[in-house]
């Protein structure tokens, strides 16, 4: 009915759209606008679209970003990201299966203990945690980051996936132990198989605090030869230059693979966050 | 194959629930045995029990000759189909069947050869690279059945298992499962909540009532000789009528005073039991095909009056609703009961509450000329009656 027609509500309608898809748009036009221009452009004309657009700020960041290169700070960037992502999710969902499966008084216990970790804010045991982790070895290197990205994580992933496997029917696990499958085998082949729509937003969510994270990159690998790219970044500002075409130019570089990979897996994605297990 | 013993098991839940009380019950090797009773009889508690789903609190099961109380479900060599189906819903029909053999371990060319072999017998051949949720429910059901039988267990365990279908489907799939069963020859524990799939498929029913089994045997058995109230009521539908009735002693012979009738009773039946309970109130049980119309051939029986309420033509008969001047027996405890299986007991509860005047069910020929509100005349069969007592609620026998 009103649907198939075009109305002058509807007119109305789309502009308004039109208007916050530009609002939105807008701090990428920045971005790119911005990480396309000369130094002297960025004081003079910052907001105009520079021509010709100066993509040597590409280069230049790429190679003098950080210590050794925002390529460095790349993989390094990826490396912390997808383990801590992957040992978050096979931990917390294994964790989270235990806890919302188990009956008896541990399991809530255990499960408000983690509730408790959400809520307290890390930055206060930073002092102590940063000395325990260097005297045991896990300053400066991967290894270090990925557990104490874990670590800090794991309440949200745990509280995250104990409330969706709650919500799952116990029948398929029933299923799996009378067709003879052991704990094991059910949580793999059925069970995990079953939280793939919490483990997209888990993955997601997660992987974004881990890849945008500065504050624990820049105390925790200081001083090593591994930099995130929210550190790296952060070389290209001094207390008297900053250099914001060449910051714009690496955040462009930066966000590119998540850019990339929300454009691929943005039907994937859209499903786990509004998902649910379909029989 | 194993027969499968259930020696005085209960099932107490946390909290105090006690879901099946001192349960006795012997499936033999190759028998369907259905266990049916209203929701919370504890006919699914007794299966997962079975299972291994559930621990038994006391009491032992024995499947074949081991016993199997503390035994993990994947060492008991069960199979089970569920009221929902449980299909992994990520895993293609093939995998869904292939899944118990996986988990054992099986060579990949007998799980092929297996699969094929089940998918073939249940006509799913063309449906094996399909997920769950692009099949039918009968298709659903069938992959269901297919777990179960790839893996040739020693015991199917099904719960409820068409209780998700239409009457057509389900009509049909009760035969192909009753059918599959007995080609199997596996020994079945089936759980059901309808008395006509119970009737249909057991080769014996065990029917239970507030985790208490109340009689089980042959369906035919159950059917005519109902040990209690609960079971007369529950087995049959329509079910059956239950009067208030008085027995008499008239010399050698009993009479039953009933709906304002002296109905003079078999030889058969006066020698039974029911001697004892002359000169005292009985509950009368009568089967609605033992209640019919008045004709010529069966000119000799025994006759009730009333007035008709209501008829239901089902086609091959009418459902004459009669009211008699007789007192109903209808324990508050059965109605709720058998609420769950016959809503139209419920519905004419209020009206049947009347002391003096009892709904009654008889079956007519379809054409029939009788209406509501006419006053008829119906043949009864005094040697089909049943008797109860009223304290104890069991069969005079």
Redesign the interface.
Known sequence: MGLSRYTRGTLARELVLILVAIVYCLPFYLLVAIALETTAQTFKTPLSFPWPPHFGNFSEAWSTGGDAGLGQALQASLVITLSSVAALVVLGSLCAYAIARRSGHLSPFVYMTFVLGIILPFQLAIIPLYVAMRQVGLVGNYVGMIVLNVGLLMPLTVFLYTGFIRSLPRDYEEAARVDGAGLLRTYARVVFPLLRPITGTVAVLLGVVVWNDFFIALVFLSGSRYQTLPVALYSFASAYVTQWNLIFAGVVISIAPILAFYVFAQRQLIRGFSGAVKG | MAQVVLSSVSKTF?GGTRAVSDLDLEIANGELMVLVGPSGCGKTTTLRMT???EDVTEGEIRIGDRVVNSL???R?D???V?Q???????MSVYDNLA??LR??RLPKAEIRRRVERTAELLGLGALLKRK??ALSGGQRQRVAMG?AIV?EPQVF?MDEPLSNLDAELRAQLRAEIAGLQRELEVTTMYVTHDQLEAMTMGTRIAVLREGVLQQEGPPQQLYDEPGNVFVARFIGSPTMNLLRGHIDRDGDTLHCILGGERLPLAASVSAGALGGYAGADVAVGIRPEHLGERSAEHGDRARLRGRVRFVELLGAERLVHLELPAEPVVPPEALASAGDAEEADVERSPRAAQPTAALVTARFDAHAGVDAGELAEVALRTDRLHFFDLTTRRAIR
Not at chain 2, 84 to 90: K, V
């Open positions: 946390h299972a291994g789903l993990d479900p994947r008991r069960v199979a089970m569920f929902n189906y449980a299909l992994y819903p990520h899944f118990p988990a054992r769950p949720r777990r893996r365990l």
